[in-house]
């Protein structure tokens, strides 16, 4: 199987609240991965390739949340269990935000190199 993807996503555990504007929807659910440019949510709820997501995220150590716009990229699930794993691309951070996201990330990359 070909990686398609450009950065390096980083196992996580944040919060975060989802605004599913289109099914006027708002829960709260787990990012299991995260990198440059898109996460890996666990969800309940099944949403086709294109919906629009409002994430707020928490980010360990830091008071305020990271907010950023997305789209759903892919989904794949178990229905039986109504759990979802549900990549979703970034659309639109704003500046400093994305400079706390970057700060994250590094920090978690900084993190898996001292395991080596």
Not at 27 to 44: C, H, M, P, Q, T
Not at 53 to 68: C, E, Q
Request: charged share 35%; hydrophobic share 35%.
């Amino acid at each position: 199987m070909t990686e398609r993807r450009k950065f390096l996503r980083f196992e996580t555990a944040l919060n975060a609240i989802c605004d599913m504007v289109s099914q006027n929807c708002k829960a709260s659910y787990k990012v299991r991965n995260i990198s440059k440019e898109g996460a890996l949510l666990i969800v309940d709820k099944k949403l086709r390739e294109g919906t629009e997501i409002k994430l707020s995220m928490d980010v360990p150590g830091d008071n305020v949340p990271i907010f950023a716009s997305c789209e759903v990229a892919w989904q794949k699930g178990d229905k039986n269990r109504n759990l979802y794993e549900t990549g979703v691309k970034f659309k639109s951070i704003d500046g400093p935000d994305r400079g706390r996201l970057l700060e994250y990330i590094y920090l978690q990359w900084l993190k898996l190199l001292d395991k080596k």
